[in-house]
């Protein structure tokens, strides 16, 4: 009965971080306000959309890769393991252990913003207010990290 439960608690957590990954990348995540009349709000996906509008390629391949792509393909894998519930293969081990190490960078473009709005709460021009979209974009990340941890505990102790 136990194995059960903790496989339905983690499908749920990871359906839970789903949600906050969606809403994180789709919805406003700030809006920088200069001069009383210049108001411009992003969220992720319009960020990434931007800066390939600009040129920005190499910006727009590290922020689209590490904040859009790596995460939902965690997502996706995690969500794997739990269903198949083991860690099938040697090449699935180190796919969960790259992930894994890897996976703080899934939160780059939170500590990007962090640092925008730091220099631009700095300055006497602009102004930088936050939306729901950081607050579940950070969320996502903190949450698939915990499940990454969890998941392969989860896991190893099935194999035993």
């Known amino acids: 009965m136990q194995f059960t439960t903790n496989k339905y ?4 957590l990871l359906a839970v971080a789903g949600l906050l990954l969606a809403v994180g990348l789709v ?3 700030i809006t920088f306000k200069k001069f009383f009349f210049i108001h411009n709000t992003f969220s992720i996906l319009t960020a990434c959309w931007s800066l390939l509008k600009q040129g920005q390629v190499f910006l727009f391949i590290v922020i689209t890769l590490f904040s859009i792509i790596l995460p939902i393909l965690k997502l996706a894998l995690l969500t794997k393991l739990v269903f198949i519930n083991s860690l099938v293969n040697t090449g699935t081990k180190n796919t969960l252990e790259l992930m894994h190490r ?9 500590f990007v913003v962090a640092i925008l709005v730091v220099v ?10 936050k939306h729901i979209g950081l607050y579940a974009y950070a969320g996502a990340a903190t949450l698939l990290m915990f499940l990454t941890s969890k998941i392969v505990n989860y ?6």
Do not use: C, Y
Request: aromatic residues 6%; hydrophobic residues 50%.
């Open 120 to 129: 631009v709460k700095l300055g006497a021009i602009g102004d930088v207010e």
């Open 27 to 29: 919805a406003p995540m």
């Open 102 to 110: 890897f996976g703080r960078w899934s939160m780059l473009d939170v």
């Open 155 to 160: 896991l190893e102790h099935q194999e035993n």
């Open 9 to 12: 608690v983690l499908l749920t």
